[in-house]
């Protein structure tokens, strides 16, 4: 739900007779968002991909965590790895690995080595008229379910029912320009749009999974699912043991083998998942050989961890991937609901206590940068002074927005890295003092004597030796703060409820931001448990924008928009902007191999095989 389009650059595009509501209609095998697929009609299979690697072998992976449920699509429950999203969870909550699933699929297929494409899958074409008021996708006639149950456009219109309805808050809000859908026969499947202005709709409706209809009847699809899925991927849901292991097994009679989209990939006959509470256990699992691969998300670990004798005989490979993806937002989300935090001078005081440059010279070996956009890595961060289009976009708030916005270019202070840099914290406890606070006796307290406190929640006790840094120059502030450490289910429950007060959080990167922000940033959300805007972020300057983003007709329009956005949302100091890198590391038992050219992604473990 993260990809837009803006025009009908596709190869081999079939302009049809086929005239609807009096409009022509264009008909295509591969969707674009900007300028045309790298794939032209009728190849053969995707060029980063060996069409000759062999199929067998196991794959064993490791997940701190736990899971509960093999529905992935609702609120309640944790779903599975690997049923729907890859196997592998790498750094910054990039994926190595089909961004679907491998149990259900969708319409569309992405390539990993591609911004915004989708290329058709379950569906051989998808076909729209000029005004953009619906969108008819052809599905394929061999496309069929793991009982061999034909795909149907039934089956498509029932997921998006079913989604919509039932499914997590983030369906709505990415939904919210469809009108209806009907199926026009067993293999066409009809979506109307409301306005036809959010160009992002035909990769949005091409990625949702489809599921079948006839294995759901009877089920409570609200209710966490025990029961071992049915899908049409690849693999299929072999054995598990909720909350332990779970084990996927390739089916030899996948329907898609011999799909151009599907020809090189998926090689591993077994995957097995293994779950555990503690990082510490599972990278004891993996130099014992128990575990395969792994990706190092610690600066530290993968500085100083890895040198045992597996690594040093040459045992175990250790790489670092360029990738070139949108790297999104890492850093402290503070949740302005809270009343502490709702004065802006507030956030902004604990972004400049936190000491980036000490940490990453001491606990991050120098490997990351600060992260100063919410699109990072991207044409789409805002830089230097508003432009003129942004400014367009920005002058009927110009009341309700910082003066600072329109006249300073966005900057984070710059310590001196000695982890007592005495000159930023008192501008920090300047802004605090403007916002009402005063020191009394050492404590940081407002008019009536209360001290500031709050609490840092962690879903993993790796990350207190970050956090603890900043927990101390924060009480330098005379600020009271404590670190709460849960485990990743509970987590994820008082996340969705909003129950915390800071936390450490990742706002993913996107090439082409679309209707998720809806989910990430508007007002609506705000209030909807569930959603994406932790931050709780109810800004009609904000609201304004997202919908500017969504309905930008050209990439000029679209950059002035989310640049003025990414304005918007860096001044309001939503979150303490943190770290970000643009390569992933990886550690694996050299008993694999992959494509030798790199991917835009970096990695994608579908494109993998186990050697002889």
């Known amino acids: 739900m993260r990809r837009r389009e803006f025009g009908l650059g596709v190869a081999g595009l079939v302009v049809a007779a086929r005239a609807r509501a009096g409009a022509a209609t264009v008909s295509m095998p591969a969707y674009a968002v900007l300028g045309a697929p790298a794939m032209p009609a009728g190849f053969m299979h995707f060029p980063f991909v060996d069409p000759t690697a062999p199929k067998g072998g196991v794959l064993r992976l490791s997940y701190v965590g736990t899971y509960d449920s093999f529905n992935p699509f609702i609120l309640r429950g944790t779903a599975a790895l690997g049923v729907v999203g890859p196997w592998l969870i790498l750094p910054g909550g990039a994926g190595a690995g ?43 006639p061999q496309a069929a379910f793991s009982d061999a149950t034909p795909i149907t456009a039934a089956d498509v219109a029932f997921s998006y029912h079913t989604l919509l309805e039932k499914g997590l808050p983030g369906y709505a809000a990415a939904l919210h320009d469809v009108a209806g859908v009907h199926a026009e026969g067993a293999q066409r499947v009809v979506f109307t749009l409301k306005s036809g202005r959010d160009r992002q709709l035909p990769l949005t409706l091409g990625s949702l999974p489809v599921l079948p209809s006839h294995w759901f009847a009877g089920r409570d699809f609200t209710l966490p699912m025990e029961d071992m899925p049915l899908g049409s991927g ?233 956090a603890l840094p900043y927990v101390q120059n924060l009480r330098r502030l005379g600020i009271a703060v404590g670190l709460r450490v849960v485990d990743p289910a509970q987590y994820q429950h008082l996340m969705e409820d909003f129950e915390f007060d800071m936390t450490l959080w990742i706002v993913p990167g996107t090439d082409i931001p679309g209707a998720e922000l809806r989910d990430e940033w508007s007002s609506a959300a705000s209030r909807q448990p569930g959603s ?60 694999f191999a992959h494509p030798a050219a790199p991917i835009r992604e970096g990695i994608d473990l579908d494109l993998w095989w186990a050697k002889p």
Request: glycine share 6%.
């Open 532 to 591: 994406s805007n932790v931050m709780g972020a109810a800004d009609p300057a904000v609201d304004a924008l997202i919908e500017k983003v969504i309905e930008a007709a050209d990439p000029q329009s679209l950059r002035a928009a989310a640049r003025a956005l990414d304005r918007v949302l860096l001044w309001r100091w939503y979150m303490v902007p943190g770290w970000g890198s643009n390569s992933f590391d990886l550690a694996w038992w050299n008993r």
């Open 234 to 466: 690849p693999y299929r849901v072999t054995a598990a043991s909720l909350g332990h292991s779970i084990t996927f097994t390739r089916n030899p009679a996948w329907w898609a083998r011999d799909l151009p989209t599907a020809v090189g990939t998926n090689n591993f006959d077994t995957v097995q998942i293994e779950y555990f509470r503690d990082s510490t256990v599972a990278m004891q699992a993996f130099k014992a050989g128990q575990i395969d691969i792994r990706a190092e998300n610690i600066a530290r670990v993968w500085a100083t961890g890895y040198d045992f004798p597996a690594v040093r005989q040459g045992k175990v490979i250790k790489q670092r991937f360029r990738h070139h993806l949108p790297t999104g937002m890492q850093g402290w989300a503070i949740n302005t609901r809270r009343g502490i935090f709702a004065d802006p001078r507030v956030r902004q005081a604990l972004a400049m206590a936190y000491d980036f440059e000490w940490e990453n010279k001491v606990l991050f070996y120098g490997q990351y940068q600060r992260t100063t956009s919410y699109f990072s890595n991207t044409d789409l961060a805002a830089t230097g002074l508003p432009e003129p289009g942004e400014l367009a976009l920005l002058e009927p708030f110009r009341a309700e927005l910082p003066p600072a916005l329109f006249t300073e270019p966005f900057t984070l202070p710059v310590s001196d890295a000695s982890g007592n840099d005495r000159p930023v914290l008192l501008a920090a406890l300047a802004l605090l003092q403007q916002a009402g606070w005063t020191v009394q006796h050492l404590k940081l307290a407002d008019a009536k004597g209360a001290q500031m406190g709050f609490e840092i929640l962690l879903p993993d006790p790796g990350y207190e030796r970050v």
């Open 98 to 140: 089909s961004s679907v699933g491998h149990v259900w699929e969708s319409l569309l297929t992405p390539s990993p080595n591609e911004a915004a494409v989708g290329y058709g899958h379950i569906a051989a074409s998808l076909e729209m008229p000029q005004d953009r008021r619906w969108i008819a996708f052809d599905l394929r």
